[in-house]
């Protein structure tokens, strides 16, 4: 069975930190483009962080650049997303994803959720006092 898992979720005050993992069974998740995304409730769906698959260049949408950190751990199959400083409008279910481009290696990453093909459940993250 080939699945992705997110876990780390929980609520939290704001200023907090919270660090989530994405963690895949059966497959290899540094054969990837992984993105993170996040949907609030009545909102779209929009794109978080991403990780590119071979340089591990990162790209992270405005709103969180110097607050969340997208990391991979090839030993465990992981990706991470520590989330500092978090804010209320952070609250929202956050997933993650595999690209789904095959051979695009050099090519960094984007965080189109339209651009992304196997996804996990979701995890929830409040930030609320």
């Known amino acids: 069975q080939v699945q992705l898992v997110e876990s780390g979720g929980g609520l939290v005050q704001p200023g907090g930190s919270l660090r989530l993992s994405c963690a895949a069974s059966?497959?290899?998740?540094?054969?990837?483009?992984i993105g993170w995304f996040r949907q609030a409730p009545g909102k779209e769906r929009e794109g978080v962080s991403c990780?590119?698959?071979?340089?591990?260049?990162?790209y992270y949408r405005d709103s969180v650049k110097g607050r969340f950190t997208i990391s991979r751990d090839k030993a465990v199959n992981t990706v991470y997303l520590q989330m500092n400083s978090l804010k209320p409008e952070d609250t929202a279910v956050y997933y993650c994803?595999?690209?789904?481009?095959?051979?695009?290696?050099?090519?960094?990453?984007?965080?189109?959720?339209?651009?992304?093909?196997?996804w996990g459940q979701g995890t929830q993250v409040t930030a609320s006092s």
């Open positions: 994803a595999t690209h789904s481009c095959v051979d695009c290696s050099g090519y960094g990453c984007a965080i189109d959720p339209t651009e992304y093909d196997f």
């Open positions: 059966g497959f290899t998740l540094d054969n990837y483009v």
């Open positions: 990780i590119s698959k071979s340089d591990g260049s990162t």
